[in-house]
């Protein structure tokens, strides 16, 4: 991956707009040094969301989301980095230079942008197939008899690839692509003798696009018995099968704002779906959800609602991609449509989009998926079905989220397998100590201990050295004089040590530079976020001299009190004496701190305002 050169980054950080950029999701009113509104990325009904308009930083304090201008296009367009910088360039007319690492890269790189050409004129070409030629009545037929307008088709870029074998090849060629082109881009054949031929003929062209809308390859759905029905493009240069998701591009900012998105098998039923409002929907390429499409999928929410064919095939596929996006911390449910239509039929019949967002609403989880196809696998009428159907039910309840879920789940199956729950439970109890139990209870311990406890504990203390931290910034002269004597130690949590270089760097402590660095958007997201928070508190709450003296002096006290809480584990086994008298000088320190603390002059309160 050809890396964007530091200059071209630092352009796009000076050119950007940051009011304009978060304005586009939010309208934004001047506060102060910073903007404020309504947070992005939570529902709230008061402002508490803020932007830095200078250091193009924003933090919200309702959610805690926070970051710089590259961060913010990251999470509300799904983009990595480097996409991110692309995006933002594209906007502000910024043309990018990338470091050149390698000749070989560089020729790769631009190897890369003749094929997305090509396969942008191949789109448009196909698109413009099937509005106007005659030979694409009867695909325009299909889709209207489908149901499906001309908004819809057009908003998908969908095209028609002529038949006959060198259409395509023959308007390419005349635009001076090569051959070599054609065949890096997945869009012709090699035939023999050298002479390539067309490989989409006669079909209905779907364009796979990547998270920017732009066409990295094609399904293409036959209209006739010819085989396949569905062909795609070859794995290629930019086309990659395991990582295609048709529709996200434009699934994304609906996905993000109702925090889910449909999964569903075909093309036509995103059509359908989007065309009756369901705009958050996407198909998979085929059944078999992988990794990498869950992965994509993930970084728009955390919430799958997958609605395959009830057939084996998708209740299989549904099955792999439930155990998989569960052990990638994903929440995925089933959604079953009634009478084994698929999703385009249902709402097409009548139902229409709020027919299937009910479905949806009633969709099931993974526990009671499996369940019910446990159950479904035996015949429930016959003692030794039952049996069998209890054994394979053993494992799967040990997929609970919750020991609630768990509960409603052994009802359930009580009442099928004609058990009284409190047997089933025994019985299960009973099965806890094999394998599938084992590992049940290690997940359920694993949980609660991370949740509140550590995080409740650093709290106060972090809090206290990020308003401290703000403080500085606010009061730059007091700042600069409280900072020069203290290091990266002082600090308590990771995070604050972390950005503390950034105030010193802000405040002109550490040499010069005022500029938000790129590595602190991309990585180090943790910190990213705190020292948004710092620099937009620094602009909007009150600081005064004495306050940040008052909080210099209580991270002091609450600094020494975690070298007393260390001492006093160890003093007991100290047979020397040194650790006591050390504790006592701690104490006293401790109680001079608390006396300054009280010693500091209370300022007036300011209005807000
Ligand atoms: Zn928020």
């Not at 830095?52 to 933090?59: F, I, M, R, S, V």
Request: aromatic residues 6%; hydrophobic residues 40%.
């Amino acid at each position: 991956m050809p890396r964007i050169a530091r200059t071209s980054i630092d352009q796009v950080q000076a050119a950007a707009d940051m009011v304009e950029i978060v304005g586009q999701y939010t309208d934004l009113r001047k506060a102060g040094a910073n903007y404020s509104g309504r947070c992005p990325f939570h529902e709230e009904r008061t402002p508490s969301f803020s932007v830095n308009p200078t250091e193009k930083l924003y933090y919200c304090f309702g959610c805690g989301a926070g970051g710089n201008l590259f961060g913010f296009v990251q999470e509300k367009e799904s983009l990595d980095f480097a996409a991110a910088v692309e995006y933002l360039a594209d906007r502000y007319g910024i043309a990018l230079e990338y470091e050149e690492t390698s000749a070989r890269g560089d020729a790769e790189r631009r190897r890369k942008e003749r094929l997305r050409s090509l396969l942008e004129q191949a789109t448009a070409y196909y698109e413009r197939v099937l509005a106007d030629a005659g030979a694409a009545a009867e695909a325009r037929a299909y889709l209207a008899g489908r149901g499906l307008g001309e908004e819809v088709c057009r908003q998908f870029r969908l095209g028609f690839s002529l038949p006959g074998w060198d259409k395509l090849r023959d308007a390419a060629r005349a635009r001076k692509f090569t051959d070599q082109d054609l065949l890096d881009a997945g869009l012709v054949v090699p035939g023999k003798q050298g002479r390539p031929y067309d490989r989409f003929r006669g079909r209905i062209m779907f364009p796979l696009a990547d998270d920017r809308g732009r066409t990295l390859g094609f399904g293409a759905r036959t209209m006739g018995d010819e085989k396949p029905k569905y062909l795609n493009s070859p794995e290629t240069p930019l086309y990659h099968k395991s990582e295609a998701v048709f529709g996200l591009h434009a699934a994304k900012a609906a996905a993000a704002r109702e925090d889910r998105v449909y999964v569903v098998e075909g093309y036509t039923d995103v059509l359908a779906l989007v065309q009756a409002g369901v705009h958050n929907a996407v198909a998979s390429m085929g059944t078999a959800l992988t990794e990498q499409q869950l992965g994509r999928l993930a970084r728009v929410t955390r919430n799958l609602y997958l609605c395959f064919d009830a057939d084996t095939a998708g209740i299989g596929a549904m099955s792999r991609a439930l155990t998989l996006g569960r052990k990638m911390g994903l929440s995925l449910h089933v959604v079953r449509v009634p009478d084994g239509l698929d999703p385009a039929d249902y709402v097409l019949a009548g139902a229409g989009g709020d027919g299937f967002r009910a479905l949806a609403d009633d969709a099931q989880t993974l526990l009671q998926f499996h369940v019910r196809l446990a159950l479904a696998d035996h015949d429930l009428d016959k003692p030794d079905g039952r049996a069998r159907a209890f054994a394979q039910l053993r494992g799967v309840l040990s997929e609970a989220a919750t020991p609630i879920e768990r509960d409603e789940e052994l009802r359930h199956i009580a009442d099928r397998l004609q058990l009284s729950a409190e047997s089933v439970r025994y019985l299960l109890a009973g099965s806890g100590r094999s394998v599938e139990g084992g590992e049940a209870a290690t997940e359920g311990r694993r949980e609660p201990p991370q949740g509140g406890g550590r995080a409740g504990a650093i709290g106060g203390v972090h809090e206290l050295e990020v308003r401290f931290l703000a403080g500085c910034l606010a009061q730059p002269a007091k700042g600069r004089a409280v900072l020069a004597g203290i290091d990266e130690s002082f600090f308590a949590t990771r995070e604050t040590r972390d950005a503390l270089g950034s105030v010193k760097e802000r405040l002109e402590l550490d040499g010069p530079g005022n500029t938000v660095r790129a590595e602190d958007a991309g990585v180090a997201a943790d910190s990213g976020e705190v020292l948004a928070e710092i620099v937009v508190r620094a602009g909007r709450e009150h600081f005064t001299a004495n306050v940040v003296d008052e909080l210099f002096l209580r991270l002091q006290e609450a600094q020494v009190g975690r070298l007393i809480a260390r001492l006093k584990l160890t003093v007991q086994n100290d047979a020397t004496g040194r650790q006591s008298k050390e504790l006592a000088s701690l104490q006293t320190a401790g109680r001079r701190l608390r006396d300054a603390i009280r010693a500091v002059p209370v300022d007036e309160e300011p209005h807000e305002g």
